[in-house]
């Protein structure tokens, strides 16, 4: 089993040091970690290229296409951030935005991911949640996401072995899920993206050429699966609610 962990962190504190230590913990397994800040990864221009003709047409030649593809050799992402101002690390976000075109063309549906934050305070709960969103839109099927909670100055013992034991339970859950390869079953939230993005894509081919070329010969979802009869009625009622606002 290979395991990549992303640490958005500008600076090597308690964020890498958690990673760390639980790369040690799982002594048998291919555990890799990256350091954004390490990286050649510029920050988004937002001319929104990646989206309309394609992720090769970003006028940015960087690190981008390596780190996508260490993802894709990784059975399972630890995407790790700080918790700055109750929200992700810039280098997170830009990481998010960089990436932004698997909003539009999801890719990983047999990858698990798990969202991980350090923080003293307060607003784990809103970067975790902004994280398991955009990671859920990229084609991840999510993990349990893990907090750990530190505080200025030296920790006292007893909480740094509780964050471990934590954070080794949390990684277990992750690998187990790689280990039996259950993929989420398509929801709703899931569907109606999807049928928008497949109509937007038909608008206009000229425009939306990258998703055009994507979604094109799709059927009901990204991939080929089972839907239920009544979940694609109701998937497709509450989807033309949103797409009539388009004509």
């Given at each position: 089993m290979k395991l990549l962990a992303i640490n958005g962190s500008p600076r090597k504190g308690?964020?890498?040091?958690?990673?760390?230590?639980?790369?040690?913990a799982f002594p048998g397994i291919?555990?890799?970690?990256?350091h954004l800040i390490d990286l050649d990864?510029?920050?988004?221009?937002?001319?929104?290229?990646?989206?309309?003709?394609?992720?090769?047409?970003?006028?940015?030649?960087?690190?981008?296409d390596m780190i996508v593809g260490k993802i894709a050799e990784a059975d399972g992402l630890i995407l790790a951030s700080p918790v700055y101002s109750h929200m992700v690390s810039a280098l997170i976000k830009n990481f998010f935005e960089r990436l932004g075109y698997l909003a539009h063309r999801p890719l990983f549906f047999n990858k698990f991911a798990m969202s991980m934050v350090t923080y003293s305070g307060y607003g784990a709960e809103e970067a975790l949640k902004y994280?398991?969103?955009?990671?859920?839109?990229?084609?991840?099927?999510?993990?349990p996401s893990l907090e750990l909670q530190f505080r200025p100055g030296k920790m006292p013992e007893k909480h740094t072995e509780l964050n471990m034991e934590k954070s080794k339970r949390v990684v277990k859950i992750l690998m187990e899920k790689i280990e039996r390869g259950e993929k989420n079953k398509p929801s709703l939230k899931k569907m109606?993206?999807?049928?928008?993005?497949?109509?937007?894509s038909r608008l206009d081919k000229d425009l939306m050429k990258a998703d055009h070329e994507y979604y094109k010969d799709k059927g009901d979802f990204y991939y080929e699966t089972?839907?239920?009869?009544?979940?694609?009625?109701?998937?497709?009622?509450?989807?033309?609610?949103?797409?009539?606002?388009f004509d």
């Open positions: 308690n964020t890498s040091k958690a990673l760390y230590q639980i790369r040690d291919d555990f890799e970690i990256l990864f510029k920050p988004c221009k937002g001319c929104y290229a990646c989206v309309l003709k394609g992720e090769s047409k970003c006028m940015l030649k960087d690190d981008r994280m398991d969103k955009m990671l859920s839109a990229f084609g991840f099927n999510p993990a109606i993206p999807y049928n928008i993005f497949k109509y937007v089972k839907i239920p009869f009544h979940k694609k009625i109701i998937a497709k009622i509450l989807t033309d609610k949103i797409i009539n606002q």
